[in-house]
């Protein structure tokens, strides 16, 4: 699969998950390195409102053609760039994916392209997830949700570089 004859390049697919998995990784990287900035005290926004609706519109435009890992764009952005604390970006950003998810819903749903088995067992495994990981991170704080982060972004990250 993705197979190409050697002297030629990556298929765009192959390049895409190369240059995503590198781009998380150094994120993580960066977060390892400068924790406190996503666990400042300190919430305030870090860029003009222009620059800031530049990077939502950007991850809008990810998420809406991929979502793959938009959580972990979307989470430090409303950081740093909004200035929220992690406990209520990690609330936003449920709450943002939830709102561009129905549209999409609703158009694979017409296009008949849905397994609604598989959709809703993952729906229920979702919703009990997300119950159990609010209450944690309403008890827990920042320091939890910062340590999940950083897995997800490592493991994500490797697990894209590694070959399919």
């Known amino acids: 699969m993705n197979e190409v004859p050697a ?3 990556l298929p765009p697919d ?6 995503l998995g590198v781009v998380f990784l150094v994120m993580s990287l960066v977060l390892i390195a400068q924790p406190k ?3 400042r005290d300190e919430k305030t926004a870090m860029c003009s409102e222009v620059l800031a609706a530049l990077i939502f519109f950007a991850i809008g ?9 938009v959580g972990v764009l979307l989470l430090p952005a409303l950081v740093l760039v ?6 209520a970006a990690n609330g936003m950003k449920n ?13 694979f749903a017409f296009e008949e392209k849905i397994d609604w088995t598989a959709g809703l067992t993952l729906a229920a495994g979702n919703a009990a997830g ?35």
Do not use: C, E, H, N
């Open 37 to 39: 900035l996503l666990l």
């Open 130 to 164: 997300g119950y159990i990981g609010a209450r944690l991170a309403i008890r827990r704080g920042t320091k939890l949700i910062f340590a999940f982060l950083l897995a997800v972004m490592i493991l994500t990250g490797a697990r894209l570089l590694v070959a399919f």
């Open 7 to 9: 002297g030629t390049s």
């Open 14 to 19: 192959t390049l895409f998950r190369k240059v």
């Open 61 to 69: 435009l990810y998420a809406g053609f991929l979502q793959a890992g």
């Open 95 to 107: 709450f943002l994916v939830l709102i561009y998810t129905i549209p999409a819903l609703a158009v």
């Open 82 to 87: 909004l200035g929220r604390d992690l406990v």
